[in-house]
Structures are given as C-alpha cells and as structure tokens.
C-alpha cells in the first residue's frame, strides 16, 4: 500500500464462504485475489460462532489481514453505557422498521447511534440490559403481539444481535470495499458506505434475499406466528416474515450503498430490482473460467457410463434427488457408476439422509461419496455433470466441465439454461450442451441423462457445443481486466457520500 491511510486497497466482505469453506463461490473470491495480485485485499469474514476452523484454500501474498465476525458472540461490552436508555428508545424503531422491510434510513439511523460509543457497547447493554428487555416487548407488542413471545424472543435475539455484531465489530481502512452478498456482509458494506464515504462494490452470485426464503421455509426450527383462528381478515402474523423481511430490508440498504451493483445474469436483475436497486449502477459480470486449463485435459478410457454431482452435499444442493434420479437411471443403465463430488461435513444431519436414501435404493455399489477433490484429477473419466440444485446463481462447474467437453444436466435455475442452451439470439447458435429440468424432478434428470449416455453421438455434440460456448463468452482472462478496471476505478475515487452517488447509464457486459 502506498497510501499510508488505508490498510489495504479493497476489503472484501464475505459471508460463511472464503477462506473457511470450500465452494463455487469461494474458489471465485480466491481467483479473485490472485488476478488482481497488484492490490492488496484485508478480508473480513462473518461467521456464525467462534470455532477451530482450518483455511480451505492457501492465503494470496497480497491478503494482508483477515479478520473474524461472530453474529452470535458479540462481544460483551460495558455493564453501564451512560445514555444506553435513550440510545435504545432510539433505536427500538428502527430495528422494528428493519423487520418489517425498510432498509438504509432505518440502517442509518442504527449506525449513527451506535457509532460514537462502539468501543463501551456490547451484548450487556444492548441485549441483556433492562432497557433492552423494555426494546423487545415494545417491538413485540408493534408487530407480533398475537404470536407466541417465547418464539419471538429467540427470533429477535438471532436476529438482532447478529446485526448489532455487525455494527460493533471493528472494520479495516480500505480504498475500497466488496462486498459478495448483501445479508450480513451488506449490512457492513453500507456501514462503510456510511462511515467512510469510500467507493462500495456488490458482487451477487445467488440473490441473498431469495436463497434465504428457500432456507427460512424449509427451517422446522422457526415455527409460524399465531393463527388467526375464525378471523377472515387482517394480516397473518408469521414469524417466517419477519426473518424475510428482515433480510430484505439488509438487500434494500445494501442497494442503495452500492456504488456499483454487480451480478453475473440478467435473471438476477430482476430480483435486485425488485429491491430496489438503482439500474443505473447495475452491470452484468459474468463468471469466468481458465478455459485452456480445462481444454487441455485429455479423456481416460473408464468401464462404467460416469456421472457426477459436483457440490456440497447440503440442502439447496438438493442431492437426494440426484440419488433417486440414479435409482431410476440405473434401470437403463445396469453399471452406472454416480459420483457425489463435494464436502460432506457442512450439514452432517443432510449427508445421513443421502445414505440412508443409498441403502433405501440399494446404491451402494452405485453411488460414491467422494469428499473433497481436485476436479482435475476427474474430469477425464466423467460422461456427464449434473446439478439438481433447488438455487443457483452461475455454477463455475458447468463452465469448468463444459471447457473439458463435458455436458451437464441441471435444474432450471439461475443462468443454468443460458449456459446449457445459450443466450436468445446466440450467433452463430451453438446448440445444446446438455439438458435442463425441472426442479426435484428424479424421473425428467433421469431421462435427460439416459439419452446422453446412450447416445454417444448426442453426447458429443452438446459437449462440443457447451465447450465452444464456454470459450466465446466465459473466458476468465476477460472477467479478469473487467474487475481490474473497476477496482483501479474505485481504488482511485474521491470520497462520496451516498446521497451524493452519481448516475451512470446502465451497463450490461458481452463477454
């Protein structure tokens, strides 16, 4: 660094991804850092609790710091703050704004209040505390006064101390900030629009707000507010809304902090702007890959007609309908060999259910769970990738399989089709490089891959097709001036205040 009043040129603001797990989203945010080597980068990442955790991935030269933020272990804070009775009256309303779906006046006024006495504050005033206690019956009786308080206590607590954590945490002097999702780490992108007035990046792999909704519906640990009995009118009160809300409320401010708002297909668009999001500072990047890389592995002759699941085995991976469509498949093709390529250990619960729906099908001699690998090292003996993820943003995987000829199967979400099958108005058109289905469909995933295995002509042509079209748009070396320029751009930008922000004609990137 050459300017002495920043620790780093960019920190970036990451949520339960790099360096602690392993993923999509974290190989890109390590790529990230090791493109653009001439800056330097403080990473802060948000975490749930303090843990042993070991790095996933080897650290850059140019990371120059990395620093932790526990949402449930905020730090404990003085016993008596003077004025701590008034400071929480004043920010009872908008936390209560806050769920119900507001977004950066109610964030400002949190930050405002919060700010000037950071280092005294802690979880004794500001969740222990009397005026505390008095804070969430006043927000309970504003706007769940039916539903069960034992329920909402817990709630707001989850809720509110990991946003005032992120508000007490101490945050790096950069040049620039980057945030890679709203949540929690856009909670602390408009913090440092707010408090340092320097240039905020957004980068949307998924859309948060909407991989959050699929997580708080399926949660059986938050259950629903009072019903409303024989009442035909009024609003249901639902403690699932007011966790949505309150994540929608985290996107809106994070929207309009932004200086730039990035996402890598037009689908998201859609959804950012939905909440918000000025179109003048919204840019489509998408993701890249190191095509040569891919393109230079060569085929290894394999026995068995080969799949693969290359994921974490989690939830919104959707795995076991991956396993159930293997259960049929292997009707048609007798020496299927199914590989599930990913960790195992992000929800151990999860992973047990795969087994046992393995010996429920009788897949042991199918199906393998692999852990952890070096794509490279497997690519050469895979027939087909599939993913039959319930959310999805860009898979990197479709895009590294596609460079090495391999088609892919994949659900119907995020730029999934775009890629499998192409843009509208593809020129010249490229054709399919493999098949989307619908979501937790076992018996449509089954038939796609069917063809594709039997056909081996038909397999060729889409992996052919999806390579073609990984090297003509997806190429990493593109993606990677794109970033360049957009961090020398902010690196090198005066100070500017949100409500200051300039307006800029809407950009979409063709790669």
């Not at 993923?23 to 493109?35: E, Q, Y």
């Not at 008034?86 to 400002?108: E, F, N, Q, V």
């Not at 505390?129 to 019956?137: E, K, P, V």
């Not at 992120?166 to 408090?195: F, Q």
Request: hydrophobic share 40%; aromatic share 8%; charged share 20%.
């Amino acid at each position: 660094m050459a300017d002495t009043r920043f620790d780093a040129d960019v920190c970036l603001l990451l949520e339960g991804t790099y360096p602690y797990v392993a993923g999509g989203v974290s190989t890109w945010i390590h790529d990230l850092i090791r493109a653009q080597s001439h800056l330097t980068f403080h990473i802060v990442c948000i975490l749930p609790l303090p843990a042993d955790r070991p790095l996933k991935y080897e650290l850059p030269p140019n990371v120059v710091g990395v620093s932790d933020i526990y949402l449930h272990a905020m730090p404990a804070g003085r016993f008596w703050v003077p004025g701590s009775a008034a400071l929480l009256k004043r920010i009872g309303p908008a936390l209560a704004g806050i769920h119900r779906g507001g977004g950066l006046d109610d964030l400002r006024t949190l930050v405002e209040a919060i700010g000037p006495q950071r280092d005294r504050l802690g979880r004794r005033v500001l969740i222990n505390s009397r005026a505390a206690w008095q804070t969430l019956l006043d927000m309970y009786e504003a706007t769940m006064p039916a539903a069960s308080f034992l329920d909402y206590f817990w709630s707001w607590r989850g809720l509110v101390g990991g946003l005032l954590a992120c508000l007490l945490a101490p945050l790096p002097r950069a040049a620039c900030y980057h945030a890679v999702s709203t949540g929690y780490a856009g909670i602390l992108a408009t913090r440092a629009k707010l408090e340092t007035n320097r240039p905020v990046l957004l980068t949307e792999h998924g859309i948060y707000t909407n991989e959050r909704r699929i997580e708080i519906n399926m949660a059986d640990w938050l259950f629903s507010g009072a019903s409303q009995g024989l009442a035909v009118d009024g609003p249901r009160n639902d403690l699932r809304d007011v966790w949505i809300n309150t994540f929608v409320s985290y996107s809106r401010a994070t929207y309009a902090a932004c200086d730039r708002i990035l996402t890598l297909y037009g689908g998201n668009q859609l959804l950012q702007l939905e909440d918000g999001a000025d179109p003048a500072r919204m840019r489509i990047v998408p993701n890249g890959i190191d095509v040569e890389r891919y393109a230079a592995l060569q085929r290894r002759p394999h026995a068995r007609p080969t799949i693969a699941l290359i994921g974490r085995v989690v939830p919104i991976k959707d795995v076991k309908t991956y396993l159930r469509a293997c259960g049929i498949l292997r009707r048609a093709v007798p020496d299927l060999r199914a590989l599930v390529m990913g960790p195992t250990d992000e929800d151990e619960d999860y992973y047990e259910e795969c087994l046992q729906i393995v010996d429920m099908l009788d897949l042991r001699d199918t199906v393998e769970f692999t852990g952890r690998v070096r794509i490279d090292d497997w690519f050469p003996e895979i027939d087909v990738i599939v993913l039959t993820s319930i959310s999805e943003a860009q898979p990197l995987v479709i895009l590294e399989a596609g460079a090495a000829g391999i088609p892919t199967v994949a659900t119907d979400v995020g730029a999934c089709r775009e890629m499998i099958e192409g843009q509208p108005g593809e020129d010249p058109p490229l054709g399919h490089g493999g098949a989307v289905t619908a979501l937790s469909n076992p018996r449509a995933t089954a038939e796609a891959l069917v063809h594709l295995l039997s056909d081996t002509g038909w397999r060729h042509a889409c992996g052919e097709a999806i390579r073609a079209r990984t090297r003509a748009i997806y190429n990493k070396a593109v993606i990677d001036a794109i970033y360049r320029d957009l961090y020398a751009e902010a690196v090198a930008s005066p100070p500017t205040r949100i409500d200051t922000l300039p307006v800029t004609r809407p950009e979409k990137e063709t790669v």
